[in-house]
């Protein structure tokens, strides 16, 4: 877990060109469970950095902060994005974020009246870092995003495509258009290396030099249609879970969410495969014992579910979810491993007298 407080210095010292770095005396304490994906290495890389900037005497906006954590988060090796470092740097207590990047934004979102939110832990571990399926969905979606550039863009602007973003921003069509489009843009279930090279008219070297990253190399096979659905039905699903909590009411209002959340999981489960049997279950159990809604949470392969729990039913819902999932779990802690959770503040530095 270390590598990860070092990722936070080391992205500091050289990103702010610091050439004689303060000596630190730290004691890290936390109580996420490991690989819970609640978020636990970002902290570690967020924390580090507040208090090399602080400790340096550097002063810095937070967004900004926030980007520089998400990159230094890839010295560990996963490509990862920069949602949680978002969040631990700018969330506000009592309000969701609606979090989007190239420029980093954050918009506050008011969640409905009666909305409670429940955390459970599978129990299942996965080491994202020391595993290759991250940075594979990674690498598929990159593709999935220069084949559907190819395809819809002008001359070679595909190219410079990097993300699906990128494909939706310069070809002015919508979330909704694109999904429409993918199984005539990329028909095949599974995509074979030398698919993927005759469809953008590249050599393997150039695959391996300008696409590929360093612990994707041997890849074979990649779901571009299924990873790049993924990704655009759960950007659409993004927007309209704004919109309920900004325009519908009460109960209503609350399924509607519930919907969304499920929906999130199925994607997350069929296309984009990162979901566990323990998520699955959680899941299953969850709707069964009066969830509105429920999802995996973090990056998956693992962790925990999020629930949304209408609030007259939380009481009914922990006990009931607690006698059913965890009666085999002899060893789990059940006050950590699962616990109702509310919008709070992020990351602050207390300095003491």
Aim: glycine share 8%.
């Amino acid at each position: 877990w270390w590598s990860y407080f070092l990722c936070g210095l080391k992205g500091v010292y050289e990103d702010m060109n610091v050439e004689n770095p303060k000596g630190m005396q730290v004691l890290v304490s936390g109580c996420i469970p490991p690989s819970a994906g609640l978020s636990s290495s970002s902290a570690l890389v967020v924390g580090s950095a507040i208090i090399a900037t602080v400790s340096n005497g550097i002063e810095t906006e937070r967004s900004s902060l926030a980007s520089l954590c998400a990159r230094a988060e890839r010295f560990i090796g996963t490509q990862g994005g920069g949602m949680d470092q978002a969040i631990e740097l700018l969330a506000q207590e009592g309000q969701a974020k609606l979090i989007e990047f190239n420029p980093l934004v954050a918009n506050d979102v008011k969640l409905p009246q009666g909305s409670v939110f429940v955390i459970a832990n599978s129990l299942q571990e996965k080491n994202k870092a020391a595993s290759n399926e991250f940075n594979s969905r990674v690498v598929e979606c990159r593709l999935a995003a220069k084949i559907l550039g190819k395809k819809l863009l002008k001359d070679e602007a595909w190219k410079e495509v990097k993300k699906l973003r990128d494909v939706e921003k310069q070809s002015g069509k919508s979330l909704e258009d694109l999904i429409k489009i993918l199984d005539s843009c990329l028909p095949k279930e599974v995509y074979s290396r030398e698919d993927v090279l005759s469809e953008l008219g590249i050599t393997d070297q150039y695959l391996r030099d300008d696409i590929l990253t360093s612990n994707t190399q041997e890849l074979q096979t990649f779901k571009l249609k299924q990873r790049a659905r993924h990704v655009l039905s759960e950007s659409n699903r993004v927007y309209r879970f704004r919109e309920v909590c900004h325009n519908s009411k009460g109960e209503q209002g609350l399924m509607e969410l519930g919907e969304l959340m499920s929906a999130s999981h199925k994607s997350c489960r069929y296309d984009y495969e990162c979901s566990a049997e323990g998520l699955d279950t959680l899941t299953e159990l969850a709707i069964k014992n009066g969830a509105l809604g429920s999802r995996l949470t973090g990056a998956g392969w693992g962790g925990c579910t999020v629930s949304l729990v209408p609030e007259s039913k939380v009481e009914k819902f922990l006990s009931e979810l607690k006698a059913s999932y965890y009666k085999d779990k002899q060893n789990a802690d059940l006050e950590s491993a699962i616990f109702v959770s509310k919008p709070s503040a992020g990351a602050t530095v207390w300095q003491l007298s």
